[in-house]
């Protein structure tokens, strides 16, 4: 029996494509969690800005304006971070099929050293037996020679 698992290669590919995929959640997390910042930081612009009460109509437009511009890039960031999460998503069903992927191969490997396991103790057993039958006949040959 060959006692080289000849998949060891794909099995590396496959931890490799695995790694990929972590490191690309890892990626999608950090990118959920800026976009979670911005959304904070663009909900205290929009609440730290107030709509002027006093002043020319200009001013007070102007500042209505303002506000819609902040929640224009309140909705922005709040955008991003749900195209965030839907990336995540994509990627961690990505991780998961390396990870299956990778197991599947794994589990060959597994088996073929237990195959291996086997076929050795196989080839032991039948050396103890022949070691013994030739041990009994040896035996029987000085004993037998003697009488």
Known sequence: MNRFF???PVLRARKAQEDAAKGAVIQSRAQIKDAEDLVRR?????????APTEG????????????????????SAQRMVTEAEDL???RMAVLAEAA?????VE????????????NDLRKDQADLDEIA???K??????????E
């Open 42 to 50: 663009k909900r205290l612009d929009l609440v730290g800005s107030e």
């Open 6 to 8: 000849r998949l060891s």
């Open 137 to 146: 006949a040896r035996n029987a040959a000085r004993g037998g020679g003697a």
């Open 100 to 104: 299956k992927r990778r197991r599947a």
């Open 107 to 118: 589990m060959l490997g597994e088996r073929h050293a237990e195959m291996v396991r086997a």
């Open 88 to 90: 995540e998503r994509e």
């Open 133 to 135: 039958v030739t041990t």
């Open 56 to 75: 020319s109509a200009r001013a007070i437009v102007a500042g209505l304006v303002a506000r819609q511009s902040l929640a224009g890039a309140l909705m």
